[in-house]
């Protein structure tokens, strides 16, 4: 998607440890008809595959979550990352590793949210080790569910993970992937 690749190179911030910040657009604040030029691209892309939920994990999926889960006039669901006092105690789990802050984290999704009549298609504003992705795989996959694909914004390709869910024959969709960061400048695949 071109007007993403356009604008991770006017306003993307490359920080320490392979971090693209894109707090101005996608992350912090949010470029509202932007996120919807996003979510409607998901649609496109996914047309004809019978989506009936839209999953990501929060906070960040969200924003495109719901962007995707409009145009395709579908739900959107996100996985919690803390538990809270009014949330079902009949959930599907999965532990994750996160990249950008260093820790593993419990992820959990309501059954009541998720079933096996349910084709998914998982959402995500950044693959780079594939971590997310693969727990809300897992969580679908718990789920009895069937996994669509999986979109998501920004790719890290040099981080290996899309390339190896590809080979495994899972579908997976970025909207702007990256082959390399450094401080000289971002470059995206052909
Ligand atoms: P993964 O689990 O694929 O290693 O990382 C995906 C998650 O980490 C995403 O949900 C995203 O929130 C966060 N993440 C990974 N790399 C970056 C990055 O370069 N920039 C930002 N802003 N978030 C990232």
Redesign the pocket.
Known sequence: MKALEEKILKEGKILPG?????GSFL?QQMDSDFIMEIGREIARLFAGEKITKVVT?ES??IALAVAAGIALHVPSVFAKKHKSANMSKEVYTAS?Y???HGETYEIAVAKEYLSSRDRVLIV??????????KGLMRITEEAGATLAGCAIAIE?GF?G?GDELRAKGIRIESLALIDSMTESGVTFRA
């Open positions: 392979n971090v693209l910040k894109v992350n994990v960040s999926g994750v996160s990249y950008t995500d504003d950044f693959l780079a080790n594939g971590n997310a992705v890290k981080q993970a």
